[in-house]
């Protein structure tokens, strides 16, 4: 998704939310604005001084990394766009559940530039997001795509590790369908499918109890 917002646009603005290991941080390229999003002190130094991780010290080292919760301070950055707009936070079994509300999206979609769009890496083994963010994206009337790619794994020394693989789904969105379009990103990321039934996650409302993947996860379900 980074690599076909950076092909649609001469220098994208692109804001993350979730630094991690910084692994995205080398999809950046000269002239692009970037920007962190991390609430966790620790996992910010360790993905940054190097010693256990080097990608953002060899691929970003000047990128900032905003401390504190993501969605408190882009509601304070009432000035900040992006083109790209990452949500990142999602593949641990303890999910940051106020970062998938109506209230969330809302707020994501005022940060957006005019064309802008917002991805949502939704991977996780044990939860299935991807009815939640349908129900989201039908409530704010927005256009969504689901990618999802899979890739065989390999040994430390490269070997193929036969009947493993790993997972990554991500879901596109913007405010109009020709935005997505615009990215050509083919048939191998179709509409979001909006289940019938359920209800949309707000600051008041949510339940992980029907979204938990009882069996782990199929990737082909």
Request: proline share 7%; net charge negative; hydrophobic share 45%.
């Amino acid at each position: 998704m980074v690599r076909r917002v950076q092909s649609a646009l001469a220098a994208p603005t692109i804001g993350i939310i979730g630094l991690g290991t910084g692994s995205l941080a080398c999809y950046r390229r000269v002239g692009e604005t970037w920007r962190f999003y991390e609430i966790d002190p620790p996992v910010a130094a360790y993905a940054a001084d190097g010693r256990f991780f080097g990608l953002v010290p060899n691929c970003a080292p000047d990128v900032p990394i905003v401390l504190g919760d993501a969605r408190l301070t882009l509601a304070r950055e009432t000035e900040s766009r992006f083109d790209l707009l990452v949500i990142d936070a999602f593949s641990s079994d303890a999910i940051p559940i106020h970062l998938l509300t109506r209230e969330a999206m809302v707020l994501y979609t005022q940060r957006l530039t005019p064309g802008g769009v917002l991805a949502i890496h939704i991977s996780n083994k044990y939860i299935d997001l991807r009815p939640v963010v349908a129900h989201l994206v039908a409530d704010q009337c927005l256009a969504a795509r689901l990618g999802v790619k899979t890739e065989n794994a390999v040994a430390a020394d490269g070997t193929p590790l036969p009947h493993a693989s790993s997972a990554s789904m991500w879901v596109a969105i913007a405010v109009h369908a020709d935005t997505l379009d615009r990215l050509a990103l083919g048939e191998r990321w179709p509409a979001l499918p909006i289940p019938p039934g359920g209800q949309v996650w707000t600051d008041d409302y949510s339940n992980l109890l029907e979204i938990i993947r009882w069996g782990g996860l199929d990737i082909e379900k």
